[in-house]
């Protein structure tokens, strides 16, 4: 079964950092895309960072590009947001997703179940 979850969020203060995880199952990240995305209450889902694993490459929304940090470990088949100074628009549950089409791609084909995150003032 083709899965991806995503571990590591909760609750911080304003400022704080948080490391989220995406863990995939039964593929390999190889040749994927693997995208973060989140959605806070009463809005729609917006793409945050992506990274493309087949040059590396990371793109990042302008709203957290210079706070968080999008990595990829080969051997655990893993992606990372490190994200740092967060602010309290931030909070929202986030989700990471693959696909084999890019970063641009405006569809993917696997997502995990979310994880929430919450930046307190």
């Known amino acids: 079964e083709v899965q991806l979850v995503e571990s590591g969020g909760g609750l911080v203060q304003v400022g704080g950092s948080l490391s989220l995880s995406c863990a995939g199952f039964g593929f390999t990240f190889d040749d994927y895309a693997i995208g973060w995305f989140r959605q806070a209450p009463g809005k729609e889902r917006e793409g945050v960072s992506c990274?493309?694993?087949?040059?590396?490459?990371?793109q990042y929304a302008d709203s957290i590009k210079g706070r968080f940090t999008i990595s990829s470990d080969n051997a655990k088949n893993m992606v990372y947001l490190q994200m740092n100074s967060l602010k309290p628009e931030d909070t929202a549950v986030y989700y990471c997703?693959?696909?084999?089409?890019?970063?641009?791609?405006?569809?993917?084909?696997?997502w995990g179940q979310g994880i929430q995150v919450i930046v307190s003032s």
């Open positions: 990274i493309s694993r087949s040059d590396g490459r990371a």
């Open positions: 997703a693959a696909n084999l089409r890019g970063c641009t791609s405006p569809t993917w084909d696997t």
